[in-house]
Nanobody, 121 residues
């Protein structure tokens, strides 16, 4: 069984910072890309940032220059440093990882339970 456990969400004032963490654990033998998505009420889930196992990154235009994604492959953990937060960043943030397991040897998407980020104006 695979788990993605997120931490670091919370309430912050506009202009503040938060750091999200997501650790993958369980029975898998490799991880490809990891990333963060977010979803606010009435909106579709959207990609915030992603990072490959080699360190290549991709960001949504709305967060470029403010958010930084990184990962520690030894710890199977991905991070999202969020600076200069805006009220429109308010959402549930979900961790995503493309993992290779015995059940899914060709790989598949796994999701965390989500962590709430609320930015007050």
């Amino acid at each position: 069984q695979v788990q993605l456990v997120e931490s670091g969400g919370g309430l912050v004032q506009a202009g503040g910072s938060l750091r999200l963490s997501c650790a993958a654990s369980g029975s898998f033998f490799d991880i490809n890309a990891m990333g963060w998505y977010r979803q606010s009420p009435g909106k579709q889930r959207e990609l915030v940032a992603a990072i490959t196992s080699g360190g290549s990154t991709n960001y949504a235009d709305s967060v470029k220059g403010r958010f930084t994604i990184s990962r520690d492959n030894a710890k199977n953990t991905v991070y999202l440093q969020m600076n200069t937060l805006k009220p429109e960043d308010t959402a549930v943030y979900y961790c995503n990882a493309y993992l290779f397991t015995l059940i899914r040897p060709g790989g598949g998407d796994y999701w965390g339970q989500g962590t709430q980020v609320t930015v007050s104006s």
